[in-house]
C-alpha cells in the first residue's frame, strides 16, 4: 500500500493537461461486449486501476484486450465470447463492472452478475437497473449473491427512473441497443459521460437520440459496427487541478479540458472568489488571498457533481468565513470530514449538510483516503496545509486519477509516493 508524503505550502504554477474521462472510457470499453464482428478501438482511455479492472472482467468474458499505455489505446475484439459471468472478485473491486449486465443481456439474452455489496459512500443499491431489466422483459432471479438474468429476447420499454443513475442510464442503453423495439428512458442522467457514450455507439450504428437530456430514445437494431472513439477529457479531473491552484494560492492552467461541460463548477470557484479564465478547451485558475465562502448543493448533472464534493470543501475549509455544503446524491460521503479536521478544519456535519467554518491555515497531519474523490480532495487540502503531511490508502486515488502525484510535482508541489514497506524498511 502505497502513501503519498507531502509538504504543503508552495503555489502550484504551470499547466497540466487532462486524461481521458474515467467515467466515459469505463462505459464504452463495456459496450465493445455489444459488436459481435470485428475490433473496436478505443482511444484516449486512462492509464488506471479502474480500466484495468474492467478490461479483466471482459478478458473474463471472453473478449480479446490489446491495451496500449502510452498511447492509450485499447483494441477490443467480443467476437468469442466465453462467458456470461462477472464474478464477485473482480465486481467487488470496481462496481462500475455491473454495466456488463446490458450489454450481456443484449448480446448472449443471460447475465450472472456478482453484485456489488456496500461501498464507502452509502448503501449503493441496483434496483433501478433491476427494475429497468425487468421492464425489457428479464427473469431475474438472486443466487448466492449474484444476479442471475435470463431475456428470451430482451425487449424495448418504458422505463421510468425514480431518480436519475448515472451507470443505470448506461447500462440500459448499452442493452437497449440490440433489444427489439424502442426503449424510452425517463428522468435519465444527463451527463457528458452518458452523451459519449451515445456518440460511441451511434458511430457504430446504434439509433440512441436525446442523450444529455432526460429522456433518451433508444430503437434497436440488429448489429453494430466496431466501435471507433476517443474518450472525452475528465471534467473531475479538470476540476480538481483548478481547485489545486486556487488552494495554494497559485496559478493553474489546465488544457485539453471541455469547460462547456463544467458550468456549474466555474461557478461555484468563481463565487469562492477564484479567478478563472476561460479559452477554447483551456482554464486558468488563480487565486489571492483567503477564498471566499461558498453554498454548495451537489446535485445530478447538470447540478454541482458529488465528486467534487471533498475537493471544494478543502477549498471552503480556508475561506473566510462559514460554507454549507449539502450532499444530496450519496447517503454517506463525509468521511473525509474527519480527515480534514486533522488537518485543523472546522467542519460540522448533520445529516446530509456540513458547516464549514473557515479556518486562516491547515496543518499537516496522517489522513486516510476513503474512495477516490475524498483522498483527492484529501491531497489538495494537505497541498495547502502547513508542514508534513501522510495521505494513506493511496490506492483509492489511484483508481481515478493517472500518476495524481508527478503531476502535482511539475506544477511546483512537494509530494512523493512511498510504499509503506519502504517507510517501515527505513525507519
Ligand atoms: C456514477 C459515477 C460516480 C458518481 C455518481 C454520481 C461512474 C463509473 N461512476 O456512479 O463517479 O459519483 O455517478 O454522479 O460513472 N441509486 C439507487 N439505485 C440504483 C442506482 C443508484 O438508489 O439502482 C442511487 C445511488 O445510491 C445514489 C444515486 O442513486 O444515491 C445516484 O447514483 P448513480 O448515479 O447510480 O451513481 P453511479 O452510477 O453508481
Do not use: W
Amino acid at each position: 500500500m502505497d502513501i503519498f508524503e507531502i509538504h504543503g505550502g508552495n503555489p502550484l504554477e504551470g499547466e497540466v493537461a487532462v486524461r481521458g474521462a474515467k467515467n466515459s472510457a469505463l462505459p464504452i470499453l463495456i459496450a465493445a461486449l455489444l459488436v459481435e464482428e470485428g475490433e473496436s478501438v478505443v482511444r484516449n482511455v486512462p492509464n488506471l486501476k479502474d480500466v484495468y479492472t474492467c478490461l479483466h472482467v471482459l478478458e473474463h468474458l471472453g473478449v480479446e484486450v490489446d491495451f496500449d499505455a502510452g498511447t492509450s489505446t485499447a483494441r477490443l475484439d467480443a467476437s468469442r465470447l466465453g462467458s456470461c459471468e462477472a464474478p464477485y472478485e473482480l465486481v467487488q473491486q470496481m462496481r462500475a463492472s455491473f454495466m456488463v449486465m446490458g450489454p450481456l443481456l443484449g448480446r448472449l439474452g443471460k447475465a450472472r452478475i456478482s453484485l456489488p455489496g456496500g461501498c464507502a459512500i452509502g448503501p449503493r443499491p441496483v434496483d433501478l437497473h433491476r427494475r429497468a431489466f425487468q421492464a425489457m422483459g428479464t427473469q431475474v432471479v438472486d443466487e448466492g449473491g449474484y444476479i442471475v438474468a435470463v431475456a428470451d429476447p430482451l425487449r424495448g420499454a418504458n422505463i421510468f427512473f425514480d431518480r436519475p443513475s448515472h451507470t443505470g442510464t448506461e447500462n440500459v442503453i448499452m442493452g437497449a441497443v440490440l433489444a427489439e423495439g424502442t426503449t424510452n428512458i425517463v428522468n435519465a442522467a444527463c451527463d457528458p459521460e452518458v452523451v459519449d457514450l451515445a456518440r460511441a455507439l451511434n458511430a457504430a450504428g446504434a439509433r440512441i437520440s436525446g442523450a444529455g437530456s432526460s429522456e433518451v430514445a433508444v430503437e434497436g437494431v440488429t448489429a453494430l459496427k466496431p466501435l471507433d472513439h476517443t474518450v472525452m477529457p475528465d471534467r473531475l479531473e479538470a476540476g480538481t487541478f483548478l481547485i489545486a491552484g486556487a488552494i495554494t494560492g497559485g496559478r493553474v492552467t489546465v488544457t485539453g479540458a471541455r469547460p462547456g461541460d463544467m458550468g456549474l463548477v466555474i461557478a461555484k470557484l468563481k463565487e469562492m472568489g477564484v479567478d478563472i479564465a476561460v479559452k477554447a478547451d483551456t482554464m486558468t485558475a488563480s487565486l489571492s488571498g483567503r477564498p471566499q465562502t461558498g453554498s454548495v448543493v451537489t446535485y445530478p448533472y447538470p447540478g454541482f457533481p458529488t465528486d467534487l464534493q471533498a475537493a471544494i470543501m478543502a477549498l471552503a475549509s480556508l475561506a473566510d468565513g462559514t460554507s454549507v455544503i449539502h450532499e444530496t446524491v450519496f447517503e454517506d460521503r463525509f468521511l473525509h470530514v474527519a480527515e480534514l479536521v486533522r488537518l485543523g478544519a472546522e467542519i460540522n456535519t448533520a445529516g446530509d449538510e456540513a458547516t464549514v467554518i473557515g479556518v486562516e491555515r491547515l496543518s499537516g497531519a496522517s489522513v486516510m483516503a476513503s474512495d477516490i474523490r475524498a483522498g483527492a480532495g484529501l491531497v489538495l487540502a494537505c497541498l495547502a496545509a502547513e508542514g508534513e503531511s501522510v495521505v494513506n490508502r493511496v490506492y483509492h486515488i489511484d483508481r481515478g486519477h493517472e500518476r495524481l502525484e508527478e503531476r502535482l510535482r511539475l506544477l511546483g508541489a512537494d509530494i512523493i509516493r512511498e510504499g509503506l514497506d519502504t517507510v517501515r524498511e527505513s525507519s
